[in-house]
């Protein structure tokens, strides 16, 4: 069974411009959630999508956005990008939205900001 | 604001050692998994704990869920470089959709 894919892996981009990453979870998962992740900060929760919905969204500003379509592939787009924005992002896989249900994470897309 | 706190935050031995690594909050949890990251990957889930008091052991790895359910441990015995790598725990509280997640204890064992 195929894990968490995302691409892409790395990405170089300057202030102001914007980016789009995608995630493709484990076939049969329908929760897709998205999570910074920063030196000494931990996992900083982004959103949560289900079956195309978006079930949850964290303390992130306007810019950051996502969708989710119907094979439960997601994107998520940043728009205006500053540096503050450079960091691990990384997409989780889940059978089912419970908080005690197992995450699937993929290897993140490390996003560098000039 | 909800936290987790974990310690130590960096932790570098000897292979052979034995380590405990502590996950702390004043929330209570309905349950709390713990995760261990290795450079350039993903997160990848250890252990789900429930039951206030419950140990579970994964090889080496001890896992404890305080009686009071707002603290916990794992305990690596006689630690090997394939150990090393980011220990992150999260927990599940009633009142948050989200999981709360802590920052992480870096662990380094040297051959």
């Known amino acids: 069974k195929a894990g968490v894919t995302q691409t892409p892996r790395y990405l170089i981009k300057t202030r102001g411009q914007q980016v789009t990453l995608s995630c493709s979870p484990i076939?049969?998962?329908?929760?897709v959630s998205w999570y910074q992740q920063t030196p000494g900060q931990g996992l900083q929760f982004l959103f949560e999508y289900f079956s195309e919905t978006q079930r949850n969204k964290g303390n992130f500003p306007g810019r950051f956005s996502g969708r989710q379509f119907s094979n439960s592939r997601s994107e998520m787009n940043v728009s205006t990008l500053e540096l503050g924005d450079s960091a691990l992002y990384l997409c989780?896989?889940?059978?089912?939205?419970?908080?005690?249900?197992?995450?699937?994470f993929g290897n993140g897309t490390r996003l560098t900001v000039t | 604001t909800q936290l987790l706190e974990q310690s130590p935050q960096f932790l570098s031995i000897q292979e052979g050692e034995n380590l405990t690594v502590y996950c702390n909050s004043s929330s209570v949890f309905s349950s709390l998994q713990w995760y261990r990251q290795e450079p350039g990957e993903g997160p990848v889930l250890l252990v789900t704990v429930v039951t206030g008091g419950e140990v579970k052991k994964l090889k080496r790895l001890t896992f404890q869920f305080g009686d009071a359910r707002k603290d916990s441990s794992l305990h690596i015995t006689a630690a090997q470089p394939g150990d090393t790598g980011l220990y992150l725990c999260?927990?599940?509280?009633?009142?948050?959709?989200?999981?709360?997640w802590g920052a992480g204890t870096k662990l380094i064992i040297k051959p």
């Open positions: 989780a896989s889940s059978s089912s939205t419970g908080r005690s249900s197992p995450l699937h």
């Open positions: 999260a927990g599940a509280v009633d009142s948050n959709y989200q999981l709360i």
């Open positions: 076939s049969g998962h329908r929760s």
